[in-house]
């Protein structure tokens, strides 16, 4: 039996998996995907400025770092699994019936994040085509390019930072007039002479020699454009996708409702990152790194009370 099975195996999972390994806590952690890192594989190449300590710091090193620091412990981790059952038994425990067997458990850590990703696609005459991409690999693909990015979102704006200095013309499309984004960063890419087109939406694609050709129709007054590229990148963000647990915990569209500890609507399975929901929650890392490092501790406590007698009420 484990003490504990994280599943998702992101960045949150795999900080939270160093944690329970450095406190001798027995972990295995189940990934559905056949890679780490989660989201952050969306945008290796950006820096990221919001992580304390670092000024800056390449996503792919961040990554990197988390499984380097994981991988000291020896971890138990496996890839391509999907939790078809669970079942909680009478002593409490859990039963996880995946693709890869089944496995038995005190305590439940979910960091499944928005889900697998599942982008929100551009269904317009034209696509799919090569030449449009839902998320960006490798920015230097598109060096001395023309490139669109579809969306309002912060991710989209991210993505339109980071080309920006790199593609030879990048083009924000944004269906409203407001952006979702941070005001500031959107500002970033206006003084970096980035080119934004709102309101308007994609009708149809079309494509000639080495180009492509975007049908654009104002949202408000039905004017159409064109707008011609070389690539496109469309960031809607990921369509929602729901799980076993889904159905077990109380749940709302934007992730699984926990209490102060973290803890979903059933004792024993916690939840951190952006899967999780509450008042304030912000899905950034800095307060899902924060939520998996309280959910440790509370595991350990409950798991090893005598380990922990001063400060933690066991019996909760
Ligand atoms: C373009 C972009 C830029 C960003 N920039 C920043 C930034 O500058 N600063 C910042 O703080 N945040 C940023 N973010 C947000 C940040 O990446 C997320 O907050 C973070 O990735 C959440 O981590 P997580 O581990 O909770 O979830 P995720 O990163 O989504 O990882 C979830 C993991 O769980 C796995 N999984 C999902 N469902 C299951 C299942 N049923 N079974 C098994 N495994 C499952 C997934 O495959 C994935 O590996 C950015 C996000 C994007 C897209």
């Given at each position: 039996m484990y003490d504990l099975i994280i599943i998702g195996a992101g960045p949150i999972g795999m900080y939270a998996s160093t944690l329970s390994l450095s406190r001798g806590i027995k972990t295995l952690v189940l990934e559905s995907t056949q890679i780490y890192g989660g989201q952050l594989n969306l945008y290796l190449s950006k820096d990221i400025l919001d992580i304390p300590g670092y000024?800056?710091?390449?996503?792919?090193?961040?990554?990197?770092?988390?499984?380097?620091a994981?991988?000291?412990y020896n971890p138990e981790i496996i890839y391509n699994t999907e939790i078809m059952k669970v079942n909680i038994n009478e002593d409490q425990t859990f039963l996880l019936e995946t693709n890869n067997g089944s496995f038995v458990t005190k305590k439940i850590l979910l960091t499944t994040g928005a889900g697998k990703y599942n982008p929100i696609t551009l269904d317009i005459d034209g696509m799919p085509n090569k030449k449009?991409?839902?998320?960006?690999?490798?920015?230097?693909i598109y060096k001395n390019k023309d490139v669109a990015i579809f969306g309002g979102g912060d991710s989209a704006v991210d993505m339109a930072n980071l080309l920006v200095s790199i593609a030879k013309k990048v083009t924000l499309v944004h269906r409203r007039n407001d952006f979702?984004?941070?005001s500031e960063n959107v500002n970033t890419f206006l003084n970096n002479l980035g080119n934004i087109i709102k309101p308007y939406v994609a009708l149809?694609?079309?494509e000639n020699e080495n180009k492509i050709n975007?049908?654009?129709e104002n949202a408000g007054t039905k004017e159409k454009i064109n707008l011609e590229v070389d690539n496109a990148i469309v960031y809607f963000g990921s369509a929602s996708n729901t799980n076993v647990f889904t159905n077990i915990l109380d749940y709302d569209p934007s992730g699984f409702k926990v209490n102060s500890a973290c803890e979903s609507s059933v004792k024993g399975i916690f939840v951190a990152g952006n899967a999780c929901l509450y008042l304030g929650k912000n899905k950034n890392l800095a307060s899902g790194f924060g939520e998996a490092s309280n959910?440790?501790?509370?595991i350990d406590c409950q798991i090893n009370p005598n380990k922990h007698i001063s400060n933690f009420?066991?019996?909760k």
């Amino acid at each position: 039996m484990y003490d504990l099975i994280i599943i998702g195996a992101g960045p949150i999972g795999m900080y939270a998996s160093t944690l329970s390994l450095s406190r001798g806590i027995k972990t295995l952690v189940l990934e559905s995907t056949q890679i780490y890192g989660g989201q952050l594989n969306l945008y290796l190449s950006k820096d990221i400025l919001d992580i304390p300590g670092y000024v800056s710091i390449k996503c792919e090193t961040l990554k990197e770092n988390l499984y380097k620091a994981l991988s000291s412990y020896n971890p138990e981790i496996i890839y391509n699994t999907e939790i078809m059952k669970v079942n909680i038994n009478e002593d409490q425990t859990f039963l996880l019936e995946t693709n890869n067997g089944s496995f038995v458990t005190k305590k439940i850590l979910l960091t499944t994040g928005a889900g697998k990703y599942n982008p929100i696609t551009l269904d317009i005459d034209g696509m799919p085509n090569k030449k449009v991409s839902y998320k960006l690999d490798n920015p230097y693909i598109y060096k001395n390019k023309d490139v669109a990015i579809f969306g309002g979102g912060d991710s989209a704006v991210d993505m339109a930072n980071l080309l920006v200095s790199i593609a030879k013309k990048v083009t924000l499309v944004h269906r409203r007039n407001d952006f979702r984004a941070k005001s500031e960063n959107v500002n970033t890419f206006l003084n970096n002479l980035g080119n934004i087109i709102k309101p308007y939406v994609a009708l149809k694609l079309t494509e000639n020699e080495n180009k492509i050709n975007f049908v654009l129709e104002n949202a408000g007054t039905k004017e159409k454009i064109n707008l011609e590229v070389d690539n496109a990148i469309v960031y809607f963000g990921s369509a929602s996708n729901t799980n076993v647990f889904t159905n077990i915990l109380d749940y709302d569209p934007s992730g699984f409702k926990v209490n102060s500890a973290c803890e979903s609507s059933v004792k024993g399975i916690f939840v951190a990152g952006n899967a999780c929901l509450y008042l304030g929650k912000n899905k950034n890392l800095a307060s899902g790194f924060g939520e998996a490092s309280n959910i440790i501790y509370t595991i350990d406590c409950q798991i090893n009370p005598n380990k922990h007698i001063s400060n933690f009420n066991s019996k909760k």
